[in-house]
């Protein structure tokens, strides 16, 4: 079975900086694309970005509007996906899954919050 | 980026009808490469993670009722959902992986009548 569980969100100040994970099991890591995706309350999702498989060399693609200040990273010997976010704003407050898929997303972690406020 | 467009943004329905939820985008979604429609639709239930209930604008992903319908092509998308039932009450969210970055529509709220 597929199981992908987020952790690591919580409250952090503007311009501070987190660090979230997603362990993964029931598959073959190394062979799947994994994305992070967020979604603010009461929002429709935003895909912040990409780490291809192991064939397409663990390259990654991110959305323009987190370009810069966020970075997607692997553990492929942990089965574990990250997430480093600085720099942030209220506006990145949310919910931030991990999901699994290229281009569409067959399985979803069940989310953490991240909180950005004074 | 590739904007996405949703109607209605919510719908009051009875159960046991039919309902249609369209999903526009700003320029084709069609792949001449593979002669395929790069459009997906979610299903969230309060409090839960989104669901894949369609990827390449009508395949039904695996366990998927089959009341759930999608069609379109280009720039226009429907999904339709055929005889509701009260499970079905939920946002619907379709998603554009035609170009990076893949981007959402802003949802469809189905509630009930």
């Known amino acids: 079975e597929v199981k992908l569980l987020e952790s690591g969100g919580g409250l952090v100040q503007p311009g501070g900086s987190l660090r979230l994970s997603c362990a993964a099991s029931?598959?073959?890591?190394?062979?799947?694309?994994m994305s992070w995706i967020r979604q603010p309350p009461g929002k429709a999702p935003e895909w912040l970005g990409v780490i291809r498989n192991k064939a397409n060399g663990y390259t990654t693609e991110y959305n323009p509007s987190v370009k810069g200040r966020f970075t997607i990273s692997r553990d492929n010997t942990q089965n574990i996906l990250y997430l480093q976010m600085n720099t942030l704003r209220a506006e990145d407050t949310a919910i931030y899954y991990c999901?699994?898929?290229?281009?569409?997303?067959?399985?979803w972690g069940q989310g953490t919050l991240v909180t950005v406020s004074s | 980026d590739i904007v996405m467009t949703q109607s209605p943004s919510s719908l009051a329905v009875s159960a046991g009808e039919t309902v249609t939820i369209n999903c526009k985008s700003s320029q084709s979604l069609f792949g001449s490469v593979r002669q395929k429609n790069y459009l997906a639709w979610y299903q969230q239930k309060p409090g839960q993670s989104p669901k894949l209930l369609i990827y390449?604008?009508?395949t039904r992903e695996s366990g998927v009722p089959d009341r759930f319908i999608g069609s379109g092509s280009g720039t226009d998308f429907t999904l339709t959902i055929s005889s509701v039932q009260a499970e079905d009450l939920a946002n619907y969210y379709c998603?554009?992986?035609?170009?990076?970055?893949?981007?959402f529509g802003g949802g469809t709220k189905l509630e009930l009548k």
């Open positions: 390449l604008a009508s």
């Open positions: 029931g598959f073959t890591f190394t062979d799947f694309y």
């Open positions: 999901a699994r898929g290229t281009q569409w997303f067959a399985y």
């Open positions: 998603q554009q992986y035609y170009d990076t970055p893949w981007t």
